[in-house]
């Protein structure tokens, strides 16, 4: 059975390849070679930030790396290449009714775009939350997800962008597209993404029947009338309205979702607090040891006293004994949930042997 996973795997990542092939010999036939090679130097280099930066969200439990792997490449490759295809699509079938280029472009940007792209994007956040619930316990992770889809899909996105623009203005034009897409706007898409995500992680952590199915609608509702907006402001108003847009929309949804974030952040610390007292209690875990893993500081200052102490191996087995706390407190928290799984006691006595193993070393037993 594993073997015909990993063939399927590789099937599929193929599969994207070719797709994402496919997207950046479009983008070279319009833009030509050298701004094709422009553009993907322009729009890759600072990923590695953004990644490092959404990373840094999930400070409890840390989603494994092919599932955000997965999402990221999923944005970059598979979702660019139906949203190309359908945008393009759209906008050539409406201009050929309307006989207007400029009918063409706004419907693509206002009502095309956002449906196709959003909903793209979200695919395979849907398959995560149905397919891998033991991995999908709440908005957390519904943000990680989306937020890994949504740069992907925006750094294949930038490649064409910043190719225009080194074709038509030359150093200049792509200087002011890198300073809109690449400084003032780089989580357009991860944000949007993101609502579709939160609608999702509440469901998944919702007892409410309504909520469970209202709640991802409603996300990725959200997700399309934002980045719509976000579009039509320029499309249609010109310059003033996508600055309004952005002050007044875009700024302030930005710092929301940072409230979001920091009020999931507690609520998964609650989870690691409730579902690690009776260790506490039996003796496992120390007082210290207990409040260390319930807070993002006590876990950021034990790995740093690790690190102190013995150097990389130390902090590397702090950030073990972090995560495989975290990994039993949360399944402890699935199977309270209803969520059981055929091998949760199996799971739960390799979590707590693993602890053990882990705190052995911490302290040099």
Known sequence: ?????????????LVALLLGLIVLVLIGVENGPLALLIGIV????????YLVLVL????????PAWMLATAFFWGALVAVFFAFLINTAAHVAVESMTNSARAGRTFGAVISAPIVEESAKALIL??????KKDEFDGVIDGIVYAAMAGLGFAMTENIQYYGKAVMEGGGGGLTFVLILRGALAPFSHPMFTSLTGIGLGLARQSQNTAVKWIAPILGLLAAISMHSIWNGSGVIFGGIAFILTYVIIMIPAFFIML??????????????????????QAGLLTEQEYNQLCTIRGRMGSSFNAFSRGGFGQWQTARQLNQTASE?????SRVARGLTLADARERE??????????LRRMRGK
């Open 126 to 131: 849907f398959i995560f939350f149905f397919w």
């Open 1 to 13: 059975m594993s073997a015909i996973k990993i063939i399927l795997g590789i099937l599929a990542a």
């Open 42 to 49: 322009s729009a890759t280099v600072p990923v590695p930030i």
């Open 328 to 332: 039993l407190a949360f399944h402890r």
């Open 259 to 280: 409230v979001v974030i920091i009020l999931a952040l507690r609520r998964e610390g609650q989870i690691v607090r409730e579902n690690l007292i009776a260790d506490y």
């Open 349 to 358: 006595a390799a979590y707590q042997l693993a602890l053990q193993d882990l």
């Open 56 to 63: 840094w969200i999930d400070r409890y439990e840390a989603e």
